[in-house]
């Protein structure tokens, strides 16, 4: 099993849907969790941290599950702007080793 | 403030030719990671230096890459010879601090790798 797994993509929507990605990690001594936002042949850019209780940052929704080690991204009326790809991201407490999934294409349409 | 600098962009070699790439992090980061993304795929850590010191190289494959932080500042990743399926874009990134806590990685534009 791979240490972080997420849908298959890509996801295409309209503008002003709502649309959710899903991601699980194997590895229970994970301790921090992020989701990353990379456009075309650009490089990975911090898009929020996930934190247990839950965290919101504008149109978007990140949601953490422990228990269930799974990990949930939301995003709310979509924008064209959004169209890129969505890459959960892992580590454990004390070390500074990202582990990324595979990510997600998110393609929004007019 | 300047992000992540890396060299070249771009640089399409032939199979068993060494190549290169350096990379400048933001400046007072003392931790510096160098990835490597396939086509479709997340980044996948080489290698991590606190200052000078690389302390996670389990990744690198050390019989053709080789990389150094002198200075504790700029690095440069090494290839020797590549391989076909070296072709990735490398990726550097830096943050402001390592082991017992998370900070923020600054990734860099990477280079795109193309070995024919």
């Known amino acids: 099993r791979k240490e972080v797994e997420q849908d298959p993509g890509p996801f295409n929507v309209p503008e002003g849907a709502t649309v959710a990605f899903n991601c699980t990690y194997s590895?229970?001594?994970?301790?921090?969790f992020f989701w990353y936002r990379q456009d075309c042949r650009k490089e990975p850019k911090l898009l929020m941290s996930?934190?247990?209780s839950g965290n919101e940052d504008g149109r978007f929704t990140a949601q953490l599950n422990r228990a269930s080690q799974y990990i949930s991204l939301l995003i709310r009326d979509s924008k064209l702007s959004d169209s890129a790809t969505y890459l959960c991201v892992v580590n454990k407490m004390g070390y500074s080793t990202l582990t990324f999934g595979k990510g997600t294409m998110l393609l929004v349409s007019p | 403030e300047a992000g992540v600098v890396q060299s070249p962009r771009y640089k399409i070699i032939e199979k068993k030719q060494p190549v290169a790439f350096w990379c400048n992090p933001i400046?007072?980061?003392?931790?510096l990671y160098w990835y490597r993304q396939n086509l479709g795929q997340g980044p996948e850590l080489l290698i991590r230096y606190e200052n000078e010191e690389a302390v996670d190289d389990s990744q690198l494959p050390k019989d053709r890459f080789s990389a150094e932080r002198l200075k504790g500042v700029d690095s440069t990743l090494k290839i020797q010879p590549a391989e076909l399926g070296d072709s990735a874009v490398y990726l550097c990134?830096?943050?402001?601090?390592?082991?017992?806590?998370?900070?923020?990685?600054?990734f860099g534009p990477g280079t795109r790798l193309t070995v024919t």
């Open positions: 590895n229970s001594a994970s301790q921090s």
């Open positions: 996930v934190y247990s």
């Open positions: 990134a830096s943050s402001s601090s390592g082991t017992g806590g998370f900070y923020e990685q600054y």
């Open positions: 400046s007072g980061h003392n931790t």
